[in-house]
């Protein structure tokens, strides 16, 4: 489910992406006919994808103790990403945000891929 990463970026408590979303993305297909809306499992994927890129090291998600949905993400929009360093036991926050507008939030929980 990878998404168009434009250009990535370290900050002081990890990294940042900003990341456009193709129009006709698969993951847009039958959610919803006709006012196509990002899935949640969408908003985990991207920040999935932006901690493999940040770091070089893929990681499978295998818990979500907190996710909001906050704003609808539609085709053809471009995000930004911010993905903090990952905790001792593998919780990983992250944040999803349209310009200034947040879109969602979360935590990941991760077991390294290597």
Do not use: Y
């Not at 926050?93 to 879109?103: H, N, T, Y």
């Amino acid at each position: 489910m990878d998404f168009q990463l434009l250009a990535c970026s370290k900050a002081p408590d990890g990294w940042g992406c900003r990341i456009a979303i193709p129009e006709g993305h698969p993951v847009f297909e039958g959610h919803f006919p006709g006012r196509p809306v990002m899935p949640a499992i969408a908003h985990l994927a991207l920040a999935a994808q932006v901690l493999a890129a940040a770091t070089g090291r893929a990681a499978a998600i295998v818990a979500v103790p907190f996710l909001r949905l906050r704003r609808p993400v539609v085709p053809g929009e471009v995000l930004e990403v911010s993905i903090h360093q990952p905790a001792s036991d593998g919780a990983v926050p992250f944040e999803i945000r349209r310009g200034e507008e947040r879109v969602s939030n979360g935590i990941l929980v991760v077991d390294w891929r290597e």
